[in-house]
């Protein structure tokens, strides 16, 4: 069974860091893209960064571009997230989110961790 | 960017009824279109992907279709498990994902 285990939120001051992981278990996780999804309280789903399976070009959305940074550990099953220059509009919950699996194109996803919360606020 | 335009917000439907949600998207994007459930405080789950592959597990109540820039999903006999809210997501360009703005399926 996919696992994924989202952790690292908290709450942070504007402009400060922190560190998303993500832990994988179930599958073969180096074989896969892995993404991070953001949703704030009470809005939509938005796309926040991917990572190819073997942690070639990195994508990022326009919003977080310069700010955070996608990675991967094969050798430990966990994905990253390193976030900088935090504001308050990043204050979200986190997902990340596998790769699919069944098709040409892989950048939809098809399991998600539980999410974790980030809340940026003075 | 490619936009994905998802229509209408909100719905309100019965048991048993059939449902569409569409997207629209800025430019040609066939077939790489997902559809996804969330329901409150919960993950988002895959229903659908390359616009009308059903996903594994999925009953078959689900269905999507469509081509070029206009997608849809189609829940028939709606069941009681399915009040949620749904997204589309467009992956046909690598480097910007972009999701819907989301549809709430309420009982009416």
């Known amino acids: 069974e996919v696992q994924l285990l989202d952790s690292g939120g908290g709450l942070v001051q504007p402009g400060g860091s922190l560190r998303l992981s993500c832990a994988a278990s179930?599958?073969?996780?180096?074989?896969?893209?892995m993404s991070w999804v953001r949703q704030a309280p009470g809005k939509g789903l938005e796309w926040v960064s991917s990572l190819s399976s073997s942690g070639g070009t990195p994508y990022y959305a326009d919003s977080v571009k310069g700010r955070f940074t996608i990675s991967r550990d094969n050798s430990k099953n966990t994905l990253y997230v390193q976030m900088n220059s935090l504001r308050d509009e990043d204050t979200a919950v986190y997902f990340c989110?596998?790769?699919?699996?069944?098709?040409?194109?892989?950048?939809?996803?098809?399991?998600w961790g539980q999410g974790t919360l980030v809340t940026v606020s003075s | 960017d490619i936009q994905m335009t998802q229509s209408p917000s909100t719905l309100s439907a019965s048991v048993g009824d059939r449902v569409t949600i569409t997207c629209r998207a800025s430019?040609?994007?066939?077939?790489?279109v997902a559809w996804y459930q969330q329901k409150p405080g919960k993950a988002p789950k895959l229903l659908i992907y390359?616009?009308?592959s059903l996903e594994g597990g999925v009953p078959s109540r689900f269905s999507g279709s469509g081509s070029g820039t206009e997608f849809i999903l189609t829940i028939s006999n709606l069941q009681p498990d399915d009040f949620a809210t749904y997204y589309c997501?467009?992956?046909?360009?690598?480097?910007?994902?972009?999701f819907g703005g989301g549809t709430k399926v309420e009982i009416k």
């Open positions: 989110a596998k790769g699919g699996s069944n098709s040409v194109r892989t950048y939809y996803f098809d399991s």
């Open positions: 390359d616009a009308s």
């Open positions: 997501q467009q992956y046909n360009s690598y480097s910007t994902l972009t």
């Open positions: 179930g599958f073969t996780f180096s074989s896969y893209a």
């Open positions: 430019l040609s994007i066939s077939p790489w």
